[in-house]
């Protein structure tokens, strides 16, 4: 597939077809990984997780039993609706 490299203001960019960054679970906001191999630009999916957690790390601690339930929050305070 060929693109070609656009001046945006001072920087420079490329264009990616929606169906290529849907191949790679990548879209548009996300952050990516550019790398030079061989005299080869890399672009990937970043690695760094955003916040201190990996939902995927939180949810791989639950108990397989785990059942989820309802939580008591007290006695409404305003004009809350239960």
Do not use: C, F
Request: aromatic fraction near 6%; hydrophobic fraction near 35%.
């Amino acid at each position: 597939m060929l693109t070609r490299i656009q001046k945006w203001g001072n920087s420079q960019g490329v264009r990616v077809p929606r169906k290529v960054l849907e191949e790679v679970k990548i879209a548009v906001g996300d952050e990516v990984d550019i790398t030079v191999e061989e005299g080869r630009i890399i672009v990937g999916p970043s690695e760094r997780i955003r916040g201190k957690y990996r939902l995927e790390d939180l949810v791989a601690q639950m108990p397989e039993n785990y059942a989820p339930q309802e939580e008591d929050w007290g006695e409404a305070v305003g004009e809350e609706v239960w």
